[in-house]
């Protein structure tokens, strides 16, 4: 029940939103945690020794915890792709509730020691391309604890202390997740399960008990060791310069808009608009407003034809130009262009549509091209 609290303890911690997505550490780092220890029941062996001599009566026995709690320090390296290694101090301490053959215990045991962890955070943004606030991470480690018994229990009538201190090879799997603390880089908030297991037999000294003899003493030995423990810590990296903001986006200039561009064509030697050409120059006024029109070019042009031939034909129809880019420039204001936005040039005989060869009446060349720019 108490380890199934603990899980929803820790499993709770590790879903709470966070403002911001913990971070890959690369570089140095160090560590502090602390939290709930539960270690699981163990046996306990034991033989009787009368005055230097081992007896013949061995037992066995349960020892069952209560509360505990454990603390760890840490400092390691970042390998930046996700990979850490560290080197760690741990300390943890459990009551004794009772043994199997005993009426009533008091008592505690503790260990201390250190532990090599090697360690890898998940990027779930990378990897998965999840986006949350939180990285977890597993890892394993491997050391050496020392632990040490202190107990005083009652059985049989008898008083039976129990104290004594030995080592052994240890090792622990490790859970977790990491979340960066808001406003603070490089500190980060840590939650994990720890498995530490204890895998020699170690004997206990100078147990002695309050025997009608009062010579008989007991070689006290106990087997693998579980803990189960539940850590909030926090950790500090120092390389935590924020990474480069991404680069701004290009800002692409709109493609310029083409010029649109209508044509009205004259009579020979006239200038006045027909039905079909006030038609046209209305098309023209209702698209200015329509697209962004910053400036509007009327240009009048003529064929290669005069109705003054000889020197005075040139001249005669560069004026025959004006007029008609005027007479289209006239419609255009009457459909609502304002005067000032209206650019007018006479070109006359110059730029014709249509190629041709001297003194030829061409339609298509007596023109105003209405350009919209």
């Given at each position: 029940m108490?380890?199934?609290?603990?899980?929803?303890?820790?499993?709770?911690?590790?879903?709470?939103?966070?403002?911001?997505?913990?971070?890959?550490?690369?570089?140095?780092?160090?560590?502090?945690?602390?939290?709930?220890?539960?270690?699981?029941?163990?046996?306990?062996?034991?033989?009787?020794?009368?005055n230097g001599q081992n007896g013949n009566n061995d037992f066995g026995d349960h020892v069952h915890h209560s509360?505990?709690?454990?603390?760890?320090?840490?400092?390691?390296?970042?390998?930046?792709?996700?990979l850490r290694a560290e080197v760690e101090g741990a300390y943890n301490w459990s009551a004794i509730s009772s043994y199997s053959s005993a009426t009533?215990?008091?008592?505690h045991d503790r260990s201390y020691g250190g532990f090599v962890n090697v360690l890898y955070d998940i990027?779930?943004?990378?990897?998965?391309?999840?986006d949350v606030p939180v990285t977890p991470f597993v890892g394993v480690g491997a050391g050496y604890l020392w632990q040490n018994v202190s107990s005083a229990s009652t059985m049989d009538g008898m008083s039976v202390n129990r104290k004594g201190?030995?080592?052994?090879?240890?090792?622990?799997?490790?859970?977790?997740?990491?979340?960066?603390?808001?406003?603070?880089?490089?500190?980060?908030?840590?939650?994990?399960?720890?498995?530490?297991?204890?895998?020699?037999?170690?004997?206990?000294?100078?147990?002695?008990?309050?025997?009608a003899s009062g010579g008989e003493r007991s070689a006290?030995?106990?087997?693998?060791?579980?803990?189960?423990?539940?850590?909030?810590?926090?950790?500090?990296?120092?390389?935590?310069?924020?990474?480069?903001?991404?680069?701004?986006?290009?800002?692409?200039p709109p493609a310029p808009t083409a010029a649109r561009t209508y044509l009205v064509f004259f009579d020979w030697d006239g200038a006045a608009?027909?039905?079909?050409?006030?038609?046209?120059?209305?098309?023209?006024?209702?698209?200015?407003?329509?697209?962004?029109?910053?400036?509007?070019?009327?240009?009048?042009?003529?064929d290669n034809t005069s109705a003054h031939p000889g020197p005075?034909?040139?001249?005669?129809?560069?004026?025959?130009?004006?007029?008609?880019?005027?007479?289209?420039?006239?419609?255009?204001?009457?459909?609502?262009?304002p005067a000032n936005a209206i650019d007018v040039h006479g070109y006359g005989e110059a730029h014709p549509l249509v190629p041709t060869g001297p003194d030829t009446r061409e339609p298509q060349n007596r023109r105003v091209e209405i350009i919209l720019h």
């Open positions: 108490r380890l199934r609290a603990a899980l929803l303890a820790t499993s709770l911690l590790a879903a709470a939103p966070f403002a911001a997505k913990a971070t890959t550490i690369t570089g140095p780092y160090v560590g502090i945690g602390g939290g709930y220890d539960l270690t699981q029941t163990q046996h306990e062996h034991s033989a009787d020794i009368k509360h505990g709690w454990t603390g760890f320090a840490n400092v390691g390296w970042g390998f930046g792709n996700g009533s215990t008091k008592g990027d779930l943004k990378r990897l998965f391309n999840i201190t030995n080592g052994s090879f240890a090792y622990q799997g490790i859970v977790g997740a990491a979340y960066d603390i808001p406003g603070v880089p490089g500190l980060q908030m840590t939650t994990e399960y720890r498995m530490v297991g204890q895998v020699e037999d170690f004997g206990m000294g100078n147990v002695t008990g309050g025997l006290m030995r106990y087997d693998h060791r579980f803990n189960h423990q539940f850590i909030v810590g926090v950790r500090y990296a120092f390389n935590n310069a924020p990474p480069p903001p991404p680069p701004a986006p290009a800002v692409v608009l027909t039905g079909r050409s006030r038609e046209i120059v209305a098309e023209a006024a209702q698209a200015s407003t329509h697209v962004q029109t910053t400036r509007i070019e009327v240009n009048g042009y003529t005075r034909g040139e001249k005669y129809n560069l004026g025959l130009s004006m007029r008609r880019a005027d007479s289209v420039k006239a419609e255009l204001i009457r459909d609502g262009v």
